[in-house]
């Protein structure tokens, strides 16, 4: 059984940082995985995702050059490091896993999602 777990999430004022973590259990195999966040009253939208066999990423414009993602081989755990916080970063963060970041489906594996608020 696959399962995500998400945590770091919180309240932070505008300009400040939070590190969310994602750890992976019962899948040690190379995966693709993604944070998608959905604000209030919005769409889900994907946020940034990591191959682990070979560290490619990606980004959504809107947090280029404030947000990082990274990945710990040895606890297969992926952070999300969000630094520069704006308000509308405030939505709830989930981390999904898929074979690939190629396929364009819905991911399978969906964690449970932790909370992100920022204030202005």
């Known amino acids: 059984q696959i399962d995500l777990v998400e945590s770091g999430g919180g309240s932070v004022q505008a300009g400040g940082s939070l590190r969310l973590s994602c750890a992976v259990s019962g899948y040690t195999s190379s995966y693709c995985l993604r944070w998608f966040r959905q604000p209030p009253g919005e769409e889900r939208e994907g946020v940034a995702s990591i191959e682990t066999a070979g560290g490619i990423t990606y980004y959504r414009d809107s947090v280029k050059g404030r947000f990082t993602i990274s990945q710990d081989n040895a606890k297969n755990t992926v952070f999300l490091q969000m630094n520069s916080l704006k308000p509308e970063d405030t939505a709830m963060y989930y981390c999904?896993?898929?074979?690939?970041?190629?396929?364009?489906?819905?991911?399978?594996?969906w964690g449970q999602g932790t909370q992100v608020t920022v204030s202005s």
């Open positions: 999904t896993l898929d074979l690939t970041c190629s396929l364009g489906r819905r991911p399978p594996y």
